[in-house]
Nanobody
Framework: QVQLVESGGGLVQAGGSLRLSCAAS??????????MGWFRQAPGKERECVAA????????YYADSVKGRFTISRHNAKNTLYLQMNSLKPEDTAVYYC???????????????????????WGQGTQVTVSS
């Protein structure tokens, strides 16, 4: 029903920046309320939520490890999610995935809810590599 495609990954030096994009498509996506998030998974580590945003952009969540460095945003008219990543560190190296959750399935307030939603639509991932 919903398809997500990430882009914008690449190789950068520590301290550099990247901007990830996620294009969403589907018959009902543009007219429904979807929370969206960015997750990452490094080799040998668990997948973690690094940032998430409510359907209207009014609430955001950031993992402690990226606060002050990453910014999540969305342009609903274009069905696009963004992650601006600044001051990148080698430990940010991972495959980054965008995800979506239809809040009609269960809605809660607060930034912690954005992290704990059971996101059920996922992109294919884009590789981010940060060299030292």
């Amino acid at each position: 029903q919903v398809q997500l495609v990430e882009s914008g990954g690449g190789l950068v030096q520590a301290g550099g920046s990247l901007r990830l994009s996620c294009a969403a498509s589907g018959r009902t996506f543009s007219t429904s309320t979807y929370a969206m998030g960015w997750f990452r998974q490094a080799p040998g580590k668990e997948r973690e939520c690094v940032a998430a945003i409510s359907w209207n952009g009014g609430t955001t969540y950031y993992a402690d490890s990226v606060k002050g460095r990453f910014t999540i945003s969305r342009h609903n008219a274009k069905n696009t999610l963004y992650l601006q990543m600044n001051s990148l560190k080698p430990e940010d190296t991972a495959v980054y995935y965008c995800a979506a959750y239809y809040t009609g399935s269960g809605y809660y307030t607060g930034e912690e809810a954005l992290r704990r939603y059971e996101y059920n639509y996922w992109g294919q991932g884009t590789q981010v590599t940060v060299s030292s």
